[in-house]
């Protein structure tokens, strides 16, 4: 089996162990060792697997205390998200779709909440080659400043790269371009840059294309 699909069962099996148990919100769940132990897995899995429910908001890991499960109950969107992308065929498509769209989203925001200085450090960055595609738009989603946004980006990011699809590779005069509309405040230059970047002439047309 794949590094991938031991991956997404051990997370399978953790959300089917924290229902089995009759686990609540609240409740502690056991430690890296034990989950490697119960699940007949190596800890580093078991490690990876915690840090996707985390970033889903079903556990939380408090410093000196263990992991407990969150109040995640009022929360549809990411409990439909996580079990979505575990079972549904269609996923890459649907990732790589909903990805984009989350950055567009976040670029219209960026242009309203982000500060010239912030935009001129990153342009210093992409011009030494300091960043790739990932720490580019973290740091455009983090000047974004939407917490869901972050938290749903990131765990799109990590799922779409587990996939190893074949890596594109992204030209430096098209980070520039698409900071350049950031600065100057221009949401429609921002996002034809950014459909150039990834290549998509709309994201409506280009939708069974992926």
Same mark, same amino acid.
């Given at each position: 089996?794949?590094?991938t699909?031991?991956?997404?069962?051990?997370v399978?099996?953790?959300r089917?162990?924290?229902?089995?148990?009759?686990?609540?919100?609240?409740?502690?769940?056991?430690?890296?060792?034990?989950?490697?132990e119960?699940?007949?897995?190596? *800890?580093?899995?078991?490690?990876?697997?915690?840090r996707?429910?985390?970033?889903?908001?079903?556990?939380?890991? *408090?410093?000196?205390?263990?992991?407990?499960?969150r109040?995640?109950?009022?929360?549809?969107?990411?409990?439909?998200?996580?079990?979505?992308?575990l079972?549904?065929?269609?996923?890459?498509?649907?990732?790589?779709?909903?990805?984009?769209?989350?950055?567009?989203?976040?670029?219209?925001?960026?242009?309203?909440?982000?500060?010239?200085?912030?935009?001129?450090?990153?342009?210093e960055?992409?011009?030494?080659g300091?960043?790739d595609?990932?720490?580019?738009?973290? *740091?455009?989603?983090?000047?974004?400043d939407?917490?869901?946004?972050?938290?749903m980006?990131?765990?799109?990011?990590?799922?779409?790269?587990?996939?190893h699809?074949?890596?594109?590779?992204?030209?430096?005069?098209?980070?520039?371009?698409?900071?350049?509309?950031l600065?100057?405040?221009?949401?429609?230059?921002?996002?034809?840059?950014?459909?150039?970047?990834?290549?998509?002439?709309?994201?409506?047309?280009?939708?069974?294309?992926?």
């Amino acid at each position: 089996m794949s590094n991938t699909k031991v991956y997404l069962e051990i997370v399978k099996q953790l959300r089917e162990m924290i229902t089995a148990d009759g686990l609540k919100s609240g409740d502690k769940i056991p430690s890296e060792r034990e989950l490697s132990e119960r699940l007949n897995v190596g *800890r580093s899995s078991v490690r990876e697997a915690l840090r996707a429910l985390e970033l889903l908001g079903l556990i939380e890991t *408090r410093r000196g205390e263990g992991t407990f499960i969150r109040d995640f109950r009022g929360n549809q969107l990411v409990q439909l998200l996580s079990t979505f992308i575990l079972q549904d065929e269609k996923a890459k498509q649907d990732v790589f779709e909903t990805k984009n769209l989350i950055e567009m989203d976040c670029l219209r925001l960026a242009i309203q909440r982000m500060g010239k200085e912030s935009i001129l450090k990153l342009i210093e960055k992409v011009k030494s080659g300091q960043l790739d595609d990932d720490e580019f738009f973290y *740091r455009i989603i983090e000047n974004a400043d939407n917490h869901l946004f972050l938290r749903m980006w990131l765990i799109l990011k990590d799922y779409y790269n587990s996939l190893h699809l074949r890596k594109v590779e992204y030209k430096r005069e098209d980070y520039l371009i698409l900071l350049e509309a950031l600065a100057e405040k221009n949401e429609q230059k921002a996002l034809s840059a950014y459909r150039n970047l990834r290549k998509l002439s709309s994201l409506a047309t280009n939708t069974n294309k992926i």
